[in-house]
């Protein structure tokens, strides 16, 4: 019998009451126009282009002087949503291996764990026989950014493969850079501000979440260590945006994706979510911008409602940006996970996202289910594509995603591809591109 926390799902879902953070008013000004001079402004933070998060001790009187001003083309709140305090995960090390690969590729010594790893018919998604047919070599180096609860940075299969911001100094206290974080070696965290409001640096993963996550993009292959993950030549930016405790806020969040773009992560693993967005307009913004201007491909969790969201919207699911793919779950009998969310219009592809097993903090392993694992899954693969095919562009990373899936027929109905993802597959299709 396995042992694993079936019920550490995609922890944002189940929010509660939105509710604003109260100092936070973001403001979308008109093409060509400044911030007009404001009373009561602690500080300005400008997100990207014309959209501004003003710092106050009145949001209410911050309102109201820039509700009838001719230069807005909109005002919000900065919301977030209650919820629960998230479950540890279960770590028993004594697990029955749950793959049978032939003819092994890895030499990781916990590989028979990753059940994904398995051919088509044995309802993986043919890892193995990808690096079989088409191996690692001639590959381009992919930054993914893990916008999640941190990452274990020190993890033994995951300090290769941490991503190096190599024009900053270490613990200087000095914007090196010049991108706006002081010491931001390996990422930032928006949880943690400033006196100035500016984000902080620390990623520790004090959850489990992230570093989870991460090992399933990306764990190091062939050290004779742990697992491997799906991708060859991967580099995690962590960005720490979700609280072990708390919903994520939309400014978080709208920080955390411009930050990756702007350090040049190609894809962004999007793990989280919620059923309310107010009808606001930052986070669609967000990721319209991020991918006209940097090309990113942001790859997010449906959700773990067993629900329709084409009928039930969630969020960022349920927003229609171009650069936006959604994923669903399926379990290693091939079957759609009991809890996975679906939909016809909004969820683009399934992965496996039941009984994963992967890096937790303190060089430890777990299994741990939701559509929060498919996700990475379906980043892993997307990143090893990218790593031989660079110059995809975003779009065209997502068609072969889409585009390669396994049919399965059950799935006709459920999701835009009707399938599961395929390494080898999308390895194939993305050769034919030109």
């Given at each position: 019998m396995k042992f694993f926390l079936s019920m550490l799902l995609l922890f944002s879902f189940h929010s509660a009451m939105a509710q604003s953070k109260p100092n936070d008013l973001i403001v979308k000004l008109k093409p060509g126009f400044s911030l007009p001079k404001l009373k009561n402004v602690k500080n300005v933070q400008n997100l990207f282009e014309n959209v501004y998060v003003l710092r106050t001790k009145n949001l209410?009187?911050?309102?109201?002087?820039?509700?009838?001003?001719?230069?807005?083309?909109?005002?919000?709140?900065?919301?977030?949503?209650e919820r629960k305090?998230?479950?540890?995960?279960?770590?028993?090390?004594?697990?029955?291996?749950?793959?049978?690969?032939l003819d092994s590729q890895?030499?990781?010594?916990?590989?028979?764990?990753?059940?994904?790893f398995n051919d088509a018919d044995k309802f993986g998604i043919s890892v193995n026989t990808a690096y079989k047919t088409y191996g690692t070599s001639n590959t381009t180096p992919v930054i993914v950014a893990v916008v999640d609860t941190g990452v274990d940075v020190n993890h033994e299969d995951l300090k290769d493969i941490i991503w190096i911001n190599?024009?900053?100094?270490?613990?200087?206290?000095?914007?090196?850079?010049?991108?706006?974080?002081?010491?931001?070696?390996?990422?930032?965290?928006?949880?943690?501000r400033d006196s100035n409001g500016k984000a902080t640096v620390n990623i520790?993963?004090?959850?489990?979440?992230?570093?989870?996550?991460s090992g399933t993009v990306a764990a190091k292959q062939n050290n004779g260590v742990g697992i491997a993950g799906i991708a060859s030549n991967v580099k995690?930016?962590?960005?720490?945006?979700?609280?072990?405790?708390g919903d994520e806020s939309d400014v978080d969040v709208a920080e955390a994706f411009i930050y990756a773009?702007?350090?040049?992560?190609?894809?962004?693993?999007?793990?989280?979510?919620?059923?309310?967005?107010?009808?606001?307009?930052?986070?669609?913004?967000?990721?319209?911008?991020?991918?006209?201007?940097?090309?990113?491909?942001?790859?997010?969790?449906?959700?773990?409602?067993?629900?329709?969201?084409?009928?039930?919207?969630?969020?960022?699911?349920?927003?229609?940006?171009?650069?936006l793919?959604?994923?669903?779950?399926?379990?290693?009998?091939?079957?759609?996970?009991?809890?996975?969310?679906?939909?016809?219009?909004?969820?683009?592809?399934?992965?496996?996202?039941?009984?994963?097993?992967?890096?937790?903090?303190?060089?430890?392993?777990?299994?741990?289910?939701?559509?929060?694992?498919a996700t990475p899954t379906t980043v892993g693969v997307a990143a090893e594509i990218l790593a031989h095919n660079p110059n995809l562009t975003v779009s065209q990373l997502k068609d072969v995603l889409i585009k390669s899936v396994t049919k399965i027929s059950s799935f006709q109905t459920k999701m835009v591809s009707g399938g599961r993802i395929d390494l080898l597959n999308g390895l194939e299709l993305a050769r034919t591109i030109k």
């Open positions: 209410e009187l911050l309102e109201a002087e820039l509700k009838n001003n001719s230069t807005v083309l909109y005002i919000e709140r900065n919301f977030k949503s305090s998230l479950p540890i995960p279960f770590t028993q090390e004594n697990i029955k291996s749950s793959s049978n690969l890895f030499n990781d010594p916990q590989i028979g764990k990753i059940w994904a190599k024009n900053e100094i270490p613990n200087n206290g000095i914007d090196d850079d010049g991108n706006g974080y002081i010491d931001d070696i390996n990422g930032i965290n928006t949880l943690v520790k993963d004090t959850h489990s979440h992230g570093t989870h996550v995690i930016m962590g960005i720490r945006t979700v609280p072990n405790d773009a702007r350090n040049g992560a190609r894809i962004i693993n999007c793990s989280f979510g919620k059923s309310a967005n107010e009808g606001r307009q930052l986070i669609p913004d967000t990721l319209k911008y991020i991918g006209e201007k940097y090309g990113v491909l942001v790859i997010a969790a449906a959700g773990n409602d067993s629900s329709n969201i084409d009928k039930n919207l969630t969020y960022p699911a349920s927003f229609n940006n171009d650069n793919l959604i994923i669903a779950s399926t379990t290693d009998s091939g079957k759609m996970s009991y809890f996975s969310n679906y939909g016809k219009i909004n969820v683009d592809v399934a992965a496996p996202g039941s009984d994963i097993y992967s890096t937790v903090p303190g060089n430890k392993y777990a299994y741990m289910s939701g559509t929060s694992m």
